[in-house]
């Protein structure tokens, strides 16, 4: 077509034009080298934001995996509404020993699976930060949350279900969690059965797994005190 187009006009020889052929009959089959290299690098900004997107969903998923080492409850809390500040706050009065993590629920869902933390499914709606404590004293933990919940009004940010021991605990439940007896508790009870009928120290052995754990160390613990006093 071109060689058409130039035998049909007079050399330029006798006469020049102020233009070039090749850029008035634009091929349209040819796409400019703007647009073309516009075409390549988009496809490499997606691949690059998606490889991003998912090394951070990993990384979550890790984080949510080390924190259930030596987790004693994993308990989820509304956050929809509070602010950045409001984070700050109560991330400020938890013990070292609780942590206070915002994940997703399928990237949490993700970690839990195939362990005792899988019975946490049942809350895994709605928005919901995630509380780990790693500590044996469960009321001591909660509490602070319960505090700031009645100080900034929040009942509507309340625990959505948690798991100890294995057991899903409710919303409606988590009176027996904010009810447990402390260590204190339990060593006191343990010494009142000691010195009573032996019905009573059956009754203190048949308490739930952690306090029969709890019982028979503060017994150890006794024994050594009196070994140690006697010699």
């Known amino acids: 077509m071109e060689a058409t187009l130039f035998s049909s006009l007079p050399s330029s020889s006798s006469q020049s034009y102020p233009f070039s052929l090749k850029s008035h009959f634009n091929n349209p089959f040819i796409i400019p080298a703007h647009t073309h ?16 997107s998912r090394t951070k969903k990993e990384e979550t998923v890790e984080t949510v995996k ?4 030596d987790c004693y409850l994993l308990a989820g809390i509304s956050y929809k509404g509070l602010t950045v500040k409001q984070f700050q706050q109560l991330r400020s009065q938890l013990p070292e020993t609780t942590k206070l993590l915002v994940a997703k629920n399928n990237l949490v869902l993700k970690a839990i699976e195939g362990t005792k933390w899988e019975a946490l499914k049942p809350c895994m709606k709605g928005m919901n930060a995630w509380l780990f404590v790693h500590s044996e004293e469960i009321p001591a933990a909660l509490k602070p949350y319960r505090d700031f919940q009645k100080e900034k009004k929040l009942e509507e940010n309340d625990f959505t279900g948690g798991v100890f021991e294995g057991k899903f605990y409710g919303p409606d439940e988590f009176k027996t969690l904010e009810n447990l007896p402390t260590r204190a508790e339990i060593y006191a009870q343990l010494l009142g059965s000691l010195k009573g009928p032996a019905s009573a120290v059956v009754g203190t052995i048949q308490a739930p797994a952690r306090n029969l754990v709890m019982v028979l160390q503060a017994y150890v613990k006794k024994l050594e005190e009196e070994q140690g006093g006697s010699q």
Not at 37 to 52: D, E, G, Q, V, Y
């Open 66 to 69: 080390q924190q259930l080492e």
């Open 37 to 52: 290299s516009h075409l390549k690098s988009k496809p490499r900004t997606l691949t690059i934001r998606s490889a991003i």
